[in-house]
């Protein structure tokens, strides 16, 4: 199970950060990632960090602005983001898999969280 948390609706050039605690089967996962989808778009891959080593990747759209990290104890994954813009808006989703390398496909994950709103204003 995956549960995000931290979002929220913040001012552009505000930050926010987002946390994705797994719970479970975690023996199991080697990777997990950030996706976001906006309204009216499709879920687009946004970050990855793996679990059994530190491989990170950050998808050049956001990157400088955003930042992903783990904390291994706690199986908890955080999405940094900073200088916020409008465009940001979107339902952030953590997602999780077995198989180890990067992978930017919806559906190379097996494991999904329910989504947590980051709306950023104008």
């Known amino acids: 199970q995956l549960v995000e948390s931290g979002g929220g609706l913040v001012q552009a050039g505000g930050s926010l950060r987002l946390s994705c605690a797994a719970s479970?089967?975690?023996?199991?996962?080697?990777?997990m990632c950030w996706f976001r989808q906006a309204p009216g778009k499709e879920r687009e891959f946004v970050a990855f960090?793996?679990?059994?080593?530190?491989?990170?990747y950050i998808t050049d759209s956001v990157k400088g602005r955003f930042t992903i990290s783990k904390d291994y104890a706690k199986t908890t994954v955080y999405l940094q983001i900073k200088s916020l813009k409008p465009d940001d808006t979107a339902v952030y989703y953590c997602?999780?898999?077995?198989?180890?390398?990067?992978?930017?496909?919806?559906?190379?994950?097996?494991?999904w969280g329910q989504g947590t709103q980051v709306t950023v204003s104008s």
């Open positions: 997602a999780a898999r077995t198989r180890s390398g990067v992978a930017v496909a919806v559906s190379a994950y097996d494991y």
């Open positions: 960090i793996s679990l059994v080593g530190s491989g990170t």
């Open positions: 479970g089967r975690t023996f199991s996962t080697t990777v």
